[in-house]
């Protein structure tokens, strides 16, 4: 069997008087593609942000990489990726900019990451425009290009799919594919379980706060 | 830890570069208090320029709280600060880059400030060495406490009219030092300045340490 | 058992408070004499600096709980309370000094204030610990606010020498030196006054302490409150999940 990456039993998280996440248990392996389906607002999102020590359980265990991320952030989230809902990228910078100063950072190689731009159809033209000027789907989807060029083990996904066109999500898709293939463990929440389900290897349903491992068919 | 701070410090300023929000609204923002000091103490040149080291640094000290806000505003808008968190960068390379930055927009600032006092309030700056020493002490000072300040004041949403009553009172012996300094230099007794720069450098080194400290809490608090 | 022992003791402070005040009033107002040169002023020194002592002793306070509750293994929200509760009794006596202060100040300088160094020092930390109540009103979740305030205050703590250090050359280098810094230097103190003044320390320390605790308890009690209205949340979202399944 491969490794366990992700153990969460029985974790109850609160955002401020809101339980997110209720009695949440949820695995993951390496090399699986685990899909986290569910209505806006079920806690897909929350246990994404668990998994990374960006939020704290009040109750339950978690532990990614046989640590526990609320104690030993810095060791999960080394090895781990994340692409939120916001595009955490500078609008006032171009894409390459963004690449380059990630790089700087020693988060990423830019090159790699305009690899991965290109495959997902963004051109150098583009690449060198301001983001703010770019459409949604282009700023989609240089946002996934950093997130996903960083080496990680872990690569954690909030809704990839949105505001990308039929085409690329295809292209997304591959890249997602090939990411798990080569060893990388993803997860991923998505609100159109049509779309994900392609890729899936297991596929948990979340309703309010609690995830349900749906029987594959 | 310094690589990240030039690598922070490189890209506010292209990004300054890009939007010239400083440029288009804090600079002339800085214009207007000295005009307004020009009206406020009647257009009387000799009162002004008694005057001027106190008026200066009050312009200074509203447009640097300005540009510390901006300095905030980018990382806002990039949601950076859960983002450095999640890259797992040293936050006090962070901080510094953020000082380095607001205080590089800060020099701007102050030579702009003091080329409009010295035209409109009529007033030689004599001594310009010793002067914009204390500019550039004084702006490092303001810049390590406001950068701290401002991601301290920033809760679910932006509270910039929070930030001025948290960084002016903190402030106030940088205020208070680099206007007597300036008093001392203009006066033509430098030697008088020269308690005033101790506590200049001793209050910039003292929240340079504390900012890179307590940085790394703030963001992850 | 324990709760009402505590309780018992919490009201007997209240009243030692009280009755320390009153017997402050009749002391300072009525058995004690005028002074010879500042007659009848001199009243107010029996409240002052007893106000004074309180302030400076609330954000000590403040200071160390905020400093207890950044330490991770001190790490309690008791110490946020704690450095709120006292803070907030700290810029009401802050306040209170000021404006005694200034009362002296009109009739024995002239003025309603004066820019003498340890008055200046005294209305920074005035504005400093504003700041520190308005930081806490900043909406975010309880941890960061407990974070927040406390480097907040640490911050402030920091900063007081500085100031004191830079008011203190700015008022005394090259100007004449200035009026007597405080209402005591200029007082010879002895026998009933003193004993008023001893009275005024106490009680006004009584006070301090009773209105902290007051507040502390009352900021548990909210936050208990909190507490089980999650608890009720939790149980909710968890009976959707059961019917859901």
Same mark, same amino acid.
């Given at each position: 069997?491969?490794?366990?990456?992700?153990?969460?039993?029985?974790?109850?998280?609160?955002?401020?008087?809101?339980?997110?996440?209720?009695?949440?248990?949820?695995?993951?392996?390496?090399?699986?593609?685990?899909?986290?389906?569910?209505?806006?607002?079920?806690?897909?999102?929350?246990?994404?942000?668990?998994?990374?020590?960006?939020?704290?359980?009040?109750?339950?265990?978690?532990?990614?990489?046989?640590?526990?991320?609320?104690?030993?952030?810095?060791?999960?989230?080394?090895?781990?990726?994340?692409?939120?809902?916001?595009?955490?990228?500078?609008?006032?910078?171009?894409?390459?900019?963004?690449?380059?100063?990630?790089?700087?950072?020693?988060?990423?190689?830019?090159?790699?990451?305009?690899?991965?731009?290109?495959?997902?159809?963004?051109?150098?033209?583009?690449?060198?425009?301001?983001?703010?000027?770019?459409?949604?789907?282009?700023?989609?989807?240089?946002?996934?290009?950093?997130?996903?060029?960083?080496?990680?083990?872990?690569?954690?996904?909030?809704?990839?799919?949105?505001?990308?066109?039929?085409?690329?999500?295809?292209?997304?898709?591959?890249?997602?594919?090939?990411?798990?293939?080569?060893?990388?463990?993803?997860?991923?929440?998505?609100?159109?379980?049509?779309?994900?389900?392609?890729?899936?290897?297991?596929?948990?349903?979340?309703?309010?706060?609690?995830?349900?491992?749906?029987?594959?068919? | 830890?310094?690589?990240?701070?030039?690598?922070?410090?490189?890209?506010?300023?292209?990004?300054?570069?890009?939007?010239?929000? /400083? +440029?288009?609204? @804090?600079?002339? !923002?800085?214009? *207007?208090? =000295?005009?307004?000091? #020009?009206?406020? &103490?009647?257009?009387?040149?000799?009162?002004?320029?008694?005057?001027?080291?106190?008026?200066?640094?009050?312009?200074?000290?509203?447009?640097?709280?300005?540009?510390?806000?901006?300095?905030?505003?980018?990382?806002?808008?990039?949601?950076?600060?859960?983002?450095?968190?999640?890259?797992?960068?040293?936050?006090?390379?962070?901080?510094?880059?953020?000082?380095?930055?607001?205080?590089?927009?800060?020099?701007?600032?102050?030579?702009?400030?003091?080329?409009?006092?010295?035209?409109?309030?009529?007033?030689?700056?004599?001594?310009?060495? /010793? +002067?914009?020493? @204390?500019?550039? !002490?004084?702006? *490092?000072? =303001?810049?390590?406490? #406001?950068?701290? &300040?401002?991601?301290?004041?920033?809760?679910?949403?932006?509270?910039?009219?929070?930030?001025?009553?948290?960084?002016?009172?903190?402030?106030?012996?940088?205020?208070?030092?680099?206007?007597?300094?300036?008093?001392?230099?203009?006066?033509?007794?430098?030697?008088?300045?020269?308690?005033?720069?101790?506590?200049?450098?001793?209050?910039?080194?003292?929240?340079?340490?504390?900012?890179?400290?307590?940085?790394?809490?703030?963001?992850?608090? | 058992?324990?709760?009402?022992?505590?309780?018992?003791?919490?009201?007997?402070?209240?009243?030692?408070?009280?009755?320390?005040?009153?017997?402050?009033?009749?002391?300072?107002?009525?058995?004690?004499?005028?002074?010879?040169?500042?007659?009848?002023?001199?009243?107010?020194?029996?409240?002052?600096?007893?106000?004074?002592?309180?302030?400076?002793?609330?954000?000590?306070?403040?200071?160390?709980?905020?400093?207890?509750?950044?330490?991770?293994?001190?790490?309690?929200?008791?110490?946020?309370?704690?450095?709120?509760?006292?803070?907030?009794?700290?810029?009401?006596?802050?306040?209170?000094?000021?404006?005694?202060?200034?009362?002296?100040?009109?009739?024995?300088?002239?003025?309603?204030?004066?820019?003498?160094?340890?008055?200046?020092?005294?209305?920074?930390?005035?504005?400093?610990?504003?700041?520190?109540?308005?930081?806490?009103?900043?909406?975010?979740?309880?941890?960061?606010?407990?974070?927040?305030?406390?480097?907040?205050?640490?911050?402030?703590?920091?900063?007081?020498?500085?100031?004191?250090?830079?008011?203190?050359?700015?008022?005394?280098?090259?100007?004449?030196?200035?009026?007597?810094?405080?209402?005591?230097?200029?007082?010879?103190?002895?026998?009933?006054?003193?004993?008023?003044?001893?009275?005024?320390?106490?009680?006004?320390?009584?006070?301090?302490?009773?209105?902290?605790?007051?507040?502390?308890?009352?900021?548990?009690?909210?936050?208990?409150?909190?507490?089980?209205?999650?608890?009720?949340?939790?149980?909710?979202?968890?009976?959707?999940?059961?019917?859901?399944?």
């Amino acid at each position: 069997m491969a490794r366990r990456v992700v153990q969460v039993r029985n974790v109850t998280v609160l955002l401020g008087r809101f339980p997110a996440l209720a009695r949440a248990s949820f695995d993951a392996f390496e090399g699986e593609v685990v899909v986290l389906e569910g209505p806006n607002g079920s806690g897909k999102t929350t246990l994404l942000r668990l998994l990374l020590g960006l939020v704290v359980p009040a109750e339950g265990e978690v532990v990614v990489f046989g640590v526990d991320p609320a104690r030993m952030p810095s060791a999960v989230r080394r090895a781990s990726t994340y692409l939120g809902h916001q595009a955490m990228l500078y609008d006032e910078l171009t894409a390459d900019e963004n690449l380059a100063f990630f790089e700087r950072l020693r988060v990423l190689h830019a090159a790699q990451a305009a690899q991965l731009l290109e495959r997902l159809g963004v051109d150098r033209r583009e690449r060198g425009r301001q983001v703010r000027h770019l459409s949604q789907g282009q700023r989609r989807k240089v946002a996934l290009a950093t997130a996903l060029a960083k080496p990680a083990e872990l690569v954690l996904l909030d809704e990839p799919h949105a505001a990308l066109d039929p085409e690329g999500k295809a292209l997304l898709d591959d890249v997602i594919v090939d990411l798990a293939r080569g060893g990388r463990t993803v997860v991923l929440a998505s609100h159109d379980p049509g779309r994900s389900g392609r890729i899936a290897t297991r596929r948990y349903r979340v309703v309010a706060g609690h995830p349900r491992e749906v029987p594959a068919c | 830890m310094l690589r990240v701070a030039v690598a922070v410090w490189r890209k506010d300023l292209s990004i300054e570069w890009r939007s010239r929000v /400083l +440029l288009n609204q @804090v600079v002339p !923002v800085t214009l *207007v208090i =000295v005009v307004l000091f #020009g009206f406020g &103490l009647d257009a009387r040149t000799t009162l002004l320029r008694a005057a001027l080291p106190g008026l200066y640094w009050v312009s200074v000290f509203f447009a640097l709280t300005l540009a510390v806000a901006r300095a905030a505003a980018i990382e806002g808008e990039a949601n950076a600060g859960e983002l450095l968190r999640l890259l797992d960068i040293t936050p006090s390379g962070v901080y510094l880059g953020k000082v380095l930055a607001v205080a590089t927009w800060g020099l701007g600032i102050e030579a702009v400030a003091a080329a409009s006092a010295a035209i409109l309030f009529n007033a030689a700056l004599v001594d310009p060495l /010793l +002067l914009s020493g @204390v500019a550039v !002490v004084a702006d *490092v000072g =303001v810049s390590a406490v #406001g950068v701290v &300040l401002a991601q301290l004041a920033t809760g679910e949403r932006a509270s910039e009219s929070l930030l001025p009553l948290l960084t002016l009172p903190v402030v106030s012996p940088v205020l208070l030092a680099a206007a007597k300094a300036w008093q001392a230099g203009l006066a033509r007794t430098p030697s008088l300045a020269f308690p005033w720069v101790e506590i200049l450098l001793a209050f910039s080194c003292i929240y340079l340490v504390v900012g890179m400290l307590v940085y790394g809490i703030v963001l992850e608090g | 058992m324990r709760s009402t022992q505590l309780r018992r003791l919490r009201r007997a402070i209240g009243a030692a408070a009280l009755v320390g005040v009153a017997a402050t009033a009749w002391l300072g107002l009525v058995v004690t004499p005028p002074a010879e040169f500042f007659g009848n002023l001199v009243r107010l020194l029996y409240v002052h600096p007893s106000m004074a002592w309180v302030a400076f002793l609330a954000f000590g306070v403040t200071t160390l709980a905020s400093a207890l509750y950044l330490w991770r293994r001190t790490r309690r929200p008791a110490w946020d309370l704690l450095a709120a509760a006292s803070a907030e009794v700290g810029v009401v006596f802050t306040g209170l000094t000021l404006v005694t202060g200034s009362i002296w100040g009109r009739p024995t300088w002239g003025v309603w204030w004066t820019w003498d160094a340890l008055l200046t020092a005294t209305a920074v930390l005035f504005l400093l610990y504003l700041g520190y109540l308005a930081l806490r009103r900043v909406p975010m979740s309880e941890e960061r606010r407990g974070v927040r305030s406390a480097v907040w205050a640490l911050i402030a703590f920091v900063d007081v020498p500085i100031i004191n250090q830079s008011v203190y050359w700015w008022r005394t280098l090259h100007q004449r030196p200035s009026l007597s810094i405080g209402p005591t230097n200029a007082v010879e103190v002895h026998g009933i006054m003193a004993v008023a003044l001893a009275v005024s320390f106490v009680s006004f320390t009584l006070t301090w302490v009773w209105m902290v605790w007051v507040r502390f308890d009352l900021a548990r009690r909210q936050r208990a409150l909190e507490q089980l209205e999650l608890a009720h949340a939790i149980a909710e979202r968890l009976e959707s999940v059961e019917a859901g399944s």
